[in-house]
């Protein structure tokens, strides 16, 4: 599976972002898809995670209400809508694919990452 993100940027507090993921090379719906974040010198730290049927969704306490997370079989893409951003989301963004859950040793397959920066 390959998997490519897209839709970040630079915004001011407050505003909105949508990222995408596009994956391909293995049937999309046979995998659960995670967003996660990391900051130079830290951890990589999950985000937020959506089951292979699409009907379980998990979040991180801090993102849970501002973030949603989605994905659209048609399109073999999973997208991750930031609302209400703060300064503290600025981070470099990755999608990965796997078997799910908020650790990254779950995830087989990630993208090279697409960059948030949220000015105050």
């Known amino acids: 599976v390959q998997v490519a993100e897209s839709g970040g940027g630079l915004v001011q507090t407050g505003a909105s972002l949508r990222l995408s993921c596009a994956a391909s090379g293995s049937p999309f719906s046979s995998h659960a898809m995670g967003w996660f974040r990391q900051v130079s010198g830290k951890e990589r730290e999950f985000v937020a995670a959506?089951?292979?049927?699409?009907?379980?969704?998990y979040y991180s306490d801090f993102v849970k209400g501002r973030f949603t997370i989605s994905r659209d079989y048609a399109k073999n893409t999973v997208y991750l809508q930031m609302n209400r951003l703060k300064p503290e989301d600025t981070a470099l963004y990755y999608c990965a694919a796997g078997d799910g859950g908020t650790a990254t040793t779950t995830y087989d397959y990630w993208g090279q990452g697409t960059q948030v920066t949220v000015s105050s």
């Open positions: 959506i089951s292979w049927r699409g009907g379980d969704t």
